[in-house]
């Protein structure tokens, strides 16, 4: 049974800089697609970023170029890397893969 735990959340200032981390275990790393969402208070989850079986990625429209994903097979991990962060980044970040959702880590962008 695949599970998905993502760690790095925390309170971060505007324009300030945190990395997600997603560690997949119970099942094979690298051969499915994985992605990051999201969830703010009263909105709904919605896409941030994706990273295919070929490493190829995708990214909404509002953190491109600044949020950068990408993931290290040997540690079965996959990462968010979020830069110049906005106030409106602030939600709860979830790791993806397929059917399988990690638990959710908090991002709170506040000053």
């Known amino acids: 049974q695949v599970q998905l735990v993502e760690s790095g959340g925390g309170l971060v200032q505007p324009g300030g800089s945190l990395r997600l981390s997603c560690v997949l275990s119970?099942?094979?790393?690298?051969?499915?697609?994985m992605g990051w969402y999201r969830q703010a208070p009263g909105k709904q989850r919605e896409f941030v970023a994706r990273?295919?079986?070929?490493?190829?990625?995708a990214y909404a429209d509002s953190v491109k170029g600044r949020f950068t994903i990408s993931r290290d097979n040997a540690k079965n991990t996959m990462y968010l890397q979020m830069n110049s962060l906005k106030p409106e980044d602030t939600a709860v970040y979830y790791c993806?893969?397929?059917?399988?959702w990690g638990q959710g880590t908090q991002v709170t962008v506040s000053s």
């Open positions: 119970g099942g094979i790393f690298g051969i499915y697609a």
């Open positions: 993806n893969e397929g059917n399988n």
């Open positions: 990273i295919g079986y070929g490493s190829n990625t």
